[in-house]
């Protein structure tokens, strides 16, 4: 008399499970500590930015500007004796990511910043390379740090700090 086999061996369930489990630990590893993350992200995105506008102002013999607020950032060009905000890539005004929070320093002075709109150019990058020289801070609320620093001649220092616990 044969014997039908009838639903899964211990063999073939633990099989399932390690898969899964792998499955799912790949899952996890891929969401980033959120937190953290955006604030180095968006310091690297920043001080790339500005190195662009820097290139930018030199291949094009054209001063540009930057206006910081406390909830984005814009990019401007000279035209006829006046700041005009650019509008195409890579330039576009960039919205702070909600959670990060910003301090400009200006000749040692931390600059109050404005809100949305109401923010006149306080970076000019001049077309021979030359920049007003800052220090834009950035924290998160897990208070982890992060500065970029640019002195007169465009060189840039960045550094992050988390929070220790």
Do not use: C
Not at 7 to 34: C, K, Y
Not at 68 to 78: C, E, L, Q, V
Not at 133 to 150: L, M
């Amino acid at each position: 008399m044969k014997f039908k086999q009838q639903g899964f061996t211990l063999i073939e369930i633990m099989v399932v499970v390690a898969i899964a489990a792998i499955m799912i630990g790949a899952a996890v590893m891929a969401f980033p500590d959120s937190s953290n993350d955006r604030l180095k992200e968006h310091g690297e995105r920043f001080s790339a930015l500005i190195s662009l506008a820097q290139d930018e102002a030199i291949l094009q013999s054209q001063d540009l500007a930057v206006a910081i607020s406390d909830s984005d950032y814009s990019f401007y060009r000279r035209e006829n004796s006046s700041w005009v905000a650019y509008s195409d890539k890579p330039f576009v005004a960039r919205v702070v990511d909600g959670g990060i929070q910003g301090e400009l320093v200006l000749e040692g002075i931390s600059i109050k910043l404005l809100p949305f709109n109401k923010s006149k150019p306080q970076i000019v990058i001049y077309s021979n390379g030359e920049m007003t020289p800052f220090s834009y801070n950035f924290s998160n609320e897990k208070k982890s740090k992060y500065t970029i620093q640019f002195d007169g001649a465009g060189n840039l220092k960045q550094e992050f700090i988390p929070h220790e616990n």
